[in-house]
Structures are given as structure tokens and as C-alpha cells.
């Protein structure tokens, strides 16, 4: 089966623009989760949708980032006004409902470049 | 705070031979659950073996067998046998009780021919 996916693969913006950044998950994945990756650094996590329930988004580093999910499926991270210390590899993860979720599947991630 | 650390920030084995990379972990959570990642040069994360707070076994996949110390707060990966395909960046990461994944810093792994 298909696993996680995201577009683009690569993005490269210009400092002060908007990004968009898609990640269709698993199908039947009831949550979906939005990383961060810098250079040679761990994954920090940015924010998290579980079916219905209202998204964690604790780990958002400032308002211009932003997350919807439609229909319980699709996610687009939203970056404005990009920065330089946005350029990283923002990885999206999903897992399925119950207690079969431990597992997180990640999809191949975005490298995002801000020049 | 919760937080996962991992002390060695690369790792050297001899083929065929086996490897541990460490791995430790901070929470007041009795329920939690510890994850090892493995990520290639290609970018993507595998999973590659699970721990949950309240099991009493330790976890093995095949060549991968985690060592968890409950009181020492520690989830060690061991790799048995390494192959030149172990090289790579090993994440450790604990799974909180709101669902998200914390991550330590990785340990780089090389296996020498």
C-alpha cells in the first residue's frame, strides 16, 4: 500500500514569502503529525491532529507557522513571511487509530530552503 | 521536563560484529512508550523497534533487540551482526502521553568493512 507522502520534495522561497507544504498520510491513519528537522540536528515536533479532536499545536515556533487538516485526511503547513532559520526538512508523520498508533509511518519529507 | 538523550554522536563497528548505541530518557509519565529511528543518508526515517513502558520483555526485530532499564531510565538499542546498510543516523525517541514524539539528538553509526 501507499505510504505517507509530501510535496514538494524540494521548495526553495526568497526571505518574506509564503510556503505551503502537503502531506497526505495513510489512508485510515487517524492522526498526523508535522516535524521539523534542521541540519544534523533531531526532529522537533511542531504540531499534531488526532481525528476530530482540536490539533496540539505546542510545538509551532511562532504565529507565521500554521497547520489545517481537511476532511481527516490531507494536511498543508503553512509558513509567512519565511525566514532563513525556516530552511529545514519538515517531515510529516502518521499512525493508526487504537493501540495499533504506537508506531509513527513518516512520509519522505519537504527540504524547504529560504535564500 | 520530558527529554531524551543520546551521548554518542557517532559510533564506529566492525562488520559482523555488534553495537549498542545508548540511549536515555527523562519523564514523570507512567505511561510512555520508547521508539528507535533509523535514517540513511536518503532522509527517511524507519522504524525500527518499539518499548512499551509496561512491558516486561524487552523488545527484539530480528537483529535489533532493545535493552530497557525501567529504573535506570535507559532504552538502549543493540544491533547484532552489523552489516555495511546499518550505516546510518539512529534516533532514539519517547512517544508522550499527548501522542508526539520526542527525539535526542541521533547517534551516527558507521560500519567498517
Known amino acids: 500500500g501507499a505510504g505517507v507522502s509530501q510535496s514538494p520534495s524540494n521548495k526553495v522561497t526568497e526571505k518574506g514569502k509564503d510556503v505551503e507544504l502537503r502531506c497526505d498520510p495513510i489512508?485510515?491513519?487517524?492522526?498526523l503529525y508535522w516535524y521539523r528537522q534542521s541540519l544534523g540536528q533531531g526532529l522537533e515536533f511542531l504540531i499534531y491532529?488526532?481525528?476530530?479532536?482540536?490539533?496540539?499545536k505546542s510545538g509551532l515556533p511562532s504565529d507565521r507557522f500554521s497547520a489545517e487538516r481537511t476532511g481527516g485526511s490531507v494536511s498543508t503547513l503553512t509558513i509567512q513571511r519565511t525566514q532563513q532559520e525556516d530552511s529545514a526538512v519538515y517531515l510529516c508523520a502518521s499512525s493508526p487509530p487504537g493501540l495499533a498508533g504506537q508506531e509513527q509511518y513518516f512520509g519522505p519529507g519537504t527540504r524547504l530552503t529560504v535564500t | 521536563a520530558q527529554k531524551i538523550t543520546q551521548t554518542q554522536p557517532g559510533m564506529f563497528v566492525q562488520e559482523k560484529e555488534a553495537v549498542t548505541l545508548d540511549c536515555t530518557y527523562d519523564?514523570?509519565?507512567?505511561?510512555?512508550?520508547l521508539f528507535w529511528y533509523k535514517q540513511p543518508s536518503s532522509g527517511e526515517m524507519i522504524f525500527l523497534i518499539y518499548?512499551?513502558?509496561?512491558?516486561?520483555q524487552n523488545a527484539t526485530e530480528g537483529r535489533y533487540s532493545l535493552n530497557f532499564q525501567k529504573a535506570r531510565k535507559s532504552a538502549n538499542l543493540v544491533i547484532s551482526a552489523s552489516q555495511l546498510g546499518d550505516s546510518a543516523m539512529y534516533f532514539c525517541a519517547m512517544r508522550t502521553r499527548g501522542g508526539k514524539l520526542i527525539f535526542g539528538q541521533g547517534t551516527e553509526l558507521s560500519v567498517k568493512p
Open positions: 519523564t514523570s509519565d507512567q505511561s510512555y512508550g
Open positions: 518499548q512499551g513502558s509496561y512491558d516486561e
Open positions: 489512508s485510515g491513519h487517524t492522526a
Open positions: 491532529f488526532q481525528g476530530n479532536s482540536a490539533p496540539d
